[in-house]
């Protein structure tokens, strides 16, 4: 079995050498490569020791309750202990070359690409999936998350839990449906906690910088085939996945204005899983504030009223 594995990691670093991005993985061979590698894992005594140790990640938070640094901290936190990181360090960030097409055959080949990405798929437990963006591909509007949870990776879709529930409800009352937004996330496998089984995991973390940093090339190409209006960044840690780690503190700092990601404005507003633990008038009335802002960008109807007296025109 580690023979076959090695045989298979020696045969992609050739076909990567040799420039090859990409390669066709059947359903059936992806399946017994998923069971070999979670075989290997539960037959490895201890996970070894990085040669370089990792960088310090933030401590493990649920998924739906990941947005503690939404509210401006007064004092700094103390440094959060690093967990013990089993991975091996991930390879550089993909290069994204998407095929000739239309829009739509551009966003299928970009689809398949992700989902058979090998490095994705290796953080992806047996039965779980890596998750790419859904939507309209004539989205005037791109929503962006941090990660998959534990109800995406099952689901294959981003924003399907309690806190993806919400973010309907808001589209919704934006004037929208669903589909008629693109909903993607920086991250394309949800992140590994230390302990879990076949079954499943328990809790959420946050992305490491690392990890989103090898996703985003991913986030891009959607954005370039997509080609949205404007981007709103779903929380402090998708504002940092595109404004950049260590660019802004709190997200109040960001929260609220316009930024700029791929040559298109950016959004950033507050992530739906912190109004759910916060829901009281003042936040949802501040996350309203920032998706009128969008509405009126978009082109999208705003009332007199509600511009009057939520953007103060
Ligand atoms: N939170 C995110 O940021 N993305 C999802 O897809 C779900 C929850």
Redesign the pocket.
Known sequence: MRASLTAITEELQRLKAAGVRAVPVTEEGLRNLRAQIAARRTALPAAPKAAVPPAAEPAPVP??R?ASAFTPAPTPAPKPAAPTVKEPPLPPAPAVVLPEGDKAARWAALRTMVLGDPVCQSHVRPGKQV?FGVGSIEARIMFV?????A??EVQG?????P??QLLTKMIQGMGLKREEVY?G???NWRPEMPGGNAQGQVGNRPPTEAEMRYCLPYLRAQIEVVNPVLLVA??K??AEGLLGFHTFKALGDVRGRWHEFAGRPLMVTY???YILREPTNRKKRMIWEDLLQVMERAGLPVSDKQRGYFLGK
């Open positions: 998924r739906e990941s998750v998350g941090e990660a998959p949870g109800e995406e879709e981003p924003f399907v839990g806190a993806g909903i996330n920086i991250m779903l929380g840690t998708a992530h739906p899983s």
